[in-house]
């Protein structure tokens, strides 16, 4: 999946050791700070905060309801300065939501992760 489908979950799963529900953004293309990747970013973020907080999510997944929520991103590189700026200012942001943003980077021929968040930004990451 890539940003430009900002209308579309790509996934979504239970986090076993918090029980919180987990929103996934995958994204392929490499991060370059442009101003219609950040946009096309801030789209997928609000789409997904609206399916979260909305009633959308509860009312498609009843036994998500109760949960906590927290939002993953699942990239192939890590984000660039631009989008790790973003990034920080969005987690400011939904911690007043209880809402955790995480950014997970893969590695080629990695499996595609279930939805336990994890931190693999590297040095100088604003987004946790």
Not at 92 to 114: H, K, N, T, Y
Request: charged share 20%.
């Amino acid at each position: 999946m890539s940003l430009d489908q900002s209308n579309v979950i790509d996934a979504l799963g239970i986090e076993e050791a918090s029980g919180r529900v987990i929103l996934v953004i995958r994204n392929e293309a490499p991060w370059d700070g442009s101003a219609a990747q950040l946009f096309l970013l801030q789209e997928k973020l609000n789409a997904y905060l609206s399916f979260a907080l909305d009633g959308e999510m509860a009312g498609a997944y009843p036994d998500f309801a109760q949960r906590p929520v927290g939002l993953r991103i699942d990239c192939a590189t890590p984000p660039d300065p631009r989008t790790l700026h973003l990034l920080g200012h969005v987690r400011r942001q939904l911690q007043f939501q209880d809402i955790a943003i995480e950014v997970r980077v893969s590695q080629p021929g990695d499996p595609v992760p279930a939805a336990s968040p994890a931190h693999d930004c590297g040095g100088g990451c604003h987004c946790n």
